[in-house]
């Protein structure tokens, strides 16, 4: 309704392209079983469009749906469908006033650690369906060059099929006061944040829990020379949620920020919060044929949020003079492609192309977590790099992300992995690919509700890519996955071999 009453105003033009992608898939464990395995055929089938907003600066939008039918054949036969759904979009209701932003998602994510890691539609055991969503308006205001001021207000939530967490509403305002043009070398800022959710799960109405996450601060910084400034925030954290220790309380930071060139950036600080010492790092660095990124972050968060800060991100898809890609991340949708790039597209666009391989995913912290309930302070960090050297291309990836249940006493789980692609261009039109992973994953007996589990994956897959026509791409995959665990009959091994076709009309 907001873009439609945004069109209004300012002309724009929808660009609408049908999808068509197909694949067959033969596996020799579809249940990812030690003690029973199963041979399978799966066959998948998904219709679906992408519909994006062009020519307007008021609105601009991206949507993208498929319809994916599944038919199993093997000792357990069935059939199921899954939709799937990535949507953001912005729309500019008063010029340089009033606008609004919403985002929507629907998925099959990973249900738990310890189950199967396979896509839903070779073993859906362990994901469910999970739709999110938020739509917020908010003004912006220049005044004068003193400062820049804007408030906000979102509206967003999570629904999890089959009780898989608690479904949750929640609403929220921001409003942010921030040094204007006036002021060169010295910068400042006033923030303040409240959320309140609802988290309701039909299936045990008892856990049924409202949290409430609240903060102010203030930040300062200055600019000691072009390429290096330092800063600080102080603030109050004055939260509610079920917890075995401290929920609120005053908290600090410092840290630096350097840019030695427009290829190289670094920032840093370490502060102190309720829950402990805190930490944070961001690294980037770009030469012609490499790129290399890390990323370090702490905070309190919970499953709701983690999904919608994931669905809100946008990259855009970038070629080399090899064929290979790698991705930047955007703000916003009005931001113009860099050259030879393609986007912004969404996360959710990204996870579902077969192109990009586990050690891209797992740079830009894509790769998908554990559904939890509760308030956790979760501990992050994602490192990548890609080169490329003529035909091929290499990419190695890193993370170490650690969830802290506040409600189990600082019970964890622990997921650690690295990742590394090798890709050789046969041709202009075919790619040769290769990747190995290896992951660990390990939770408290807290987490688990038993005894402590401890699980060692290792993935390696091998594959083709070739472009038949212009619209019409093809693949074919072959991937070995073993897994060992410290629990009984949890280990198993599967090997599996994909052929797909992907046409845009």
Same mark, same amino acid.
């Given at each position: 309704?907001?873009?439609?009453?945004?069109?209004?105003?300012?002309?724009?033009?929808?660009?609408? &392209?049908?999808?068509?992608?197909?694949?067959?898939?033969?596996?020799?464990?579809?249940?990812?079983?030690?003690?029973?395995?199963?041979?399978?055929?799966?066959?998948?089938?998904?219709?679906?469009?992408?519909?994006?907003?062009?020519?307007?600066?008021?609105?601009?939008?991206?949507?993208?749906?498929?319809?994916?039918?599944?038919?199993?054949?093997?000792?357990? &036969?069935?059939?199921?469908?899954?939709?799937?759904?990535?949507?953001?979009?912005?729309?500019?209701?008063?010029?340089?006033?009033?606008?609004?932003?919403?985002?929507?998602?629907?998925?099959?994510?990973?249900?738990?650690?310890?189950?199967?890691?396979?896509?839903?539609?070779?073993?859906?055991?362990?994901?469910?369906?999970?739709?999110?969503?938020?739509?917020?308006?908010?003004?912006?205001?220049?005044?004068?060059?003193?400062? $820049?001021?804007?408030?906000? $207000?979102?509206?967003?939530?999570?629904?999890?099929? &089959?009780?898989?967490?608690? *479904?949750?509403?929640?609403?929220?305002?921001?409003?942010?006061?921030?040094?204007?043009?006036?002021? *060169? *070398?010295?910068?400042?800022?006033?923030?303040?944040?409240?959320?309140?959710?609802?988290?309701?799960?039909?299936?045990?109405?008892?856990?049924?829990?409202?949290?409430?996450?609240?903060?102010?601060?203030?930040?300062?910084? $200055?600019?000691?020379?072009?390429?290096?400034?330092?800063?600080?925030?102080?603030?109050?954290?004055?939260?509610?949620?079920?917890?075995?220790?401290?929920?609120?309380?005053?908290?600090?930071?410092?840290?630096?920020?350097?840019?030695?060139?427009?290829?190289?950036?670094? &920032?840093?600080?370490?502060?102190?919060?309720?829950?402990?010492?805190?930490?944070?790092?961001?690294?980037?660095?770009?030469?012609?044929?490499?790129?290399?990124?890390?990323?370090?972050?702490?905070?309190?968060?919970?499953?709701?949020?983690?999904?919608?800060?994931?669905?809100?991100?946008? %990259? %855009?898809?970038?070629?080399?003079?090899?064929?290979?890609?790698? =991705?930047?991340?955007?703000? *916003?949708?009005?931001?113009?492609?860099?050259?030879?790039?393609?986007?912004?597209?969404?996360?959710?666009?990204?996870?579902?192309?077969?192109?990009?391989?586990?050690?891209?995913?797992?740079?830009?912290? =894509?790769?998908?977590?554990?559904?939890?309930?509760?308030?956790?302070?979760?501990?992050?960090?994602?490192?990548?790099?890609?080169?490329?050297?003529?035909?091929?291309?290499?990419?190695?990836?890193?993370?170490?992300?650690?969830?802290?249940?506040?409600?189990?006493?600082?019970?964890?789980?622990?997921?650690?992995?690295?990742?590394?692609?090798?890709?050789?261009?046969?041709?202009?039109?075919?790619?040769?690919?290769?990747?190995?992973?290896?992951?660990?994953?390990?939770?408290?007996?807290?987490?688990?509700?038993?005894?402590?589990?401890?699980?060692?994956?290792?993935? =390696?897959?091998?594959?083709?890519?070739?472009? %038949?026509?212009?619209?019409?791409?093809?693949? =074919?995959?072959?991937?070995?996955?073993?897994?060992?665990?410290?629990?009984?009959?949890?280990?198993?091994?599967?090997?599996?071999?994909?052929?797909?076709?992907?046409?845009?009309?």
């Amino acid at each position: 309704m907001a873009m439609a009453f945004a069109t209004q105003a300012h002309a724009v033009d929808w660009r609408f &392209e049908p999808t068509l992608n197909a694949s067959a898939t033969y596996t020799d464990n579809a249940n990812q079983s030690e003690n029973n395995p199963e041979d399978a055929l799966i066959l998948t089938a998904t219709p679906g469009f992408m519909l994006r907003s062009e020519g307007s600066r008021r609105v601009q939008a991206t949507l993208q749906y498929g319809m994916t039918g599944v038919a199993r054949f093997g000792d357990d &036969e069935s059939d199921d469908l899954y939709h799937n759904l990535n949507a953001v979009g912005k729309a500019e209701l008063v010029e340089d006033f009033l606008f609004i932003d919403g985002t929507a998602r629907l998925s099959q994510e990973l249900i738990s650690l310890l189950g199967s890691t396979a896509d839903a539609s070779v073993n859906d055991s362990n994901r469910a369906t999970v739709g999110t969503y938020s739509i917020s308006p908010y003004i912006q205001k220049r005044l004068g060059t003193f400062a $820049y001021a804007q408030a906000r $207000y979102t509206a967003s939530g999570a629904i999890f099929k &089959e009780q898989a967490a608690a *479904d949750s509403s929640a609403n929220s305002f921001n409003a942010t006061l921030s040094s204007g043009t006036r002021f *060169d *070398d010295l910068s400042w800022a006033l923030n303040y944040s409240i959320r309140k959710a609802e988290n309701r799960n039909a299936a045990t109405p008892a856990a049924n829990t409202d949290t409430t996450l609240e903060r102010a601060s203030a930040t300062a910084g $200055y600019a000691l020379t072009r390429k290096f400034r330092v800063f600080g925030t102080v603030g109050q954290d004055k939260n509610d949620y079920l917890s075995t220790s401290g929920t609120d309380g005053s908290f600090y930071s410092v840290g630096f920020g350097w840019s030695p060139t427009r290829r190289t950036s670094v &920032e840093a600080s370490v502060g102190e919060r309720y829950f402990g010492r805190t930490f944070s790092f961001a690294g980037s660095h770009r030469t012609r044929l490499s790129q290399w990124s890390v990323r370090y972050s702490e905070d309190v968060s919970d499953i709701t949020q983690q999904f919608l800060e994931q669905s809100s991100k946008l %990259f %855009f898809v970038c070629t080399t003079g090899t064929g290979l890609y790698y =991705l930047d991340e955007a703000t *916003d949708l009005s931001q113009a492609a860099p050259a030879n790039c393609v986007g912004p597209l969404t996360a959710g666009q990204i996870i579902s192309n077969t192109t990009f391989s586990d050690a891209v995913l797992v740079a830009l912290g =894509l790769k998908t977590i554990g559904i939890a309930n509760g308030i956790y302070v979760i501990k992050s960090l994602t490192a990548g790099m890609s080169w490329n050297v003529g035909r091929l291309g290499f990419g190695l990836s890193a993370q170490d992300i650690k969830r802290l249940y506040q409600a189990l006493g600082d019970a964890q789980d622990h997921v650690q992995g690295v990742t590394g692609s090798v890709s050789y261009r046969l041709s202009p039109r075919t790619t040769a690919t290769s990747g190995l992973s290896l992951t660990r994953n390990s939770l408290d007996s807290a987490v688990t509700g038993g005894a402590a589990r401890e699980d060692d994956i290792m993935s =390696l897959n091998l594959g083709l890519n070739h472009r %038949f026509a212009e619209d019409l791409n093809g693949a =074919l995959i072959f991937r070995h996955t073993q897994r060992d665990s410290n629990a009984a009959n949890s280990d198993y091994e599967e090997n599996s071999l994909t052929a797909s076709v992907n046409m845009r009309f």
